[in-house]
């Protein structure tokens, strides 16, 4: 079974930066689409943006549009999340997750990595 790791959160101040990485277990993985979610305390888990695999486009939810950009290295089998101009309000735990060759639905996910801006 394919496992993702999410690593590179932290603390952050208002307007700082963090990258999140991604990556998979197994160098054979091959997902059709890899996405970023996110969820704040006392929330639902929310998509923040996603990227598909075998053409590098990405899209993005309105409230990160702009401040975020996922990207892949594939040699290293790896997603990133760069994330910009954080605010208070982006503090969640980020999710990654791979949908299978067919990218109908999200299969796989990591374990979260905590971001916290604070103000």
């Known amino acids: 079974q394919v496992q993702l790791v999410e690593s590179g959160g932290g603390l952050v101040q208002d307007g700082g930066s963090l990258r999140l990485s991604c990556e998979a277990s197994e160098r054979t993985f091959n997902p059709y689409i890899v996405g970023w979610f996110r969820q704040a305390p006392g929330k639902e888990r929310v998509f923040v943006g996603r990227i598909t695999l075998n053409t590098g486009e990405a899209d993005y939810k309105d409230f990160v549009k702009g401040r975020f950009t996922i990207s892949t290295d594939n040699p290293r089998n790896t997603v990133y999340l760069q994330m910009n101009s954080l605010k208070p309000e982006d503090s969640a735990v980020y999710y990654c997750?791979?949908?299978?060759?067919?990218?109908?639905?999200?299969?796989?996910w990591g374990q979260g990595t905590q971001v916290t801006v604070s103000s």
């Open positions: 997750a791979a949908t299978g060759v067919d990218g109908k639905q999200y299969i796989y």
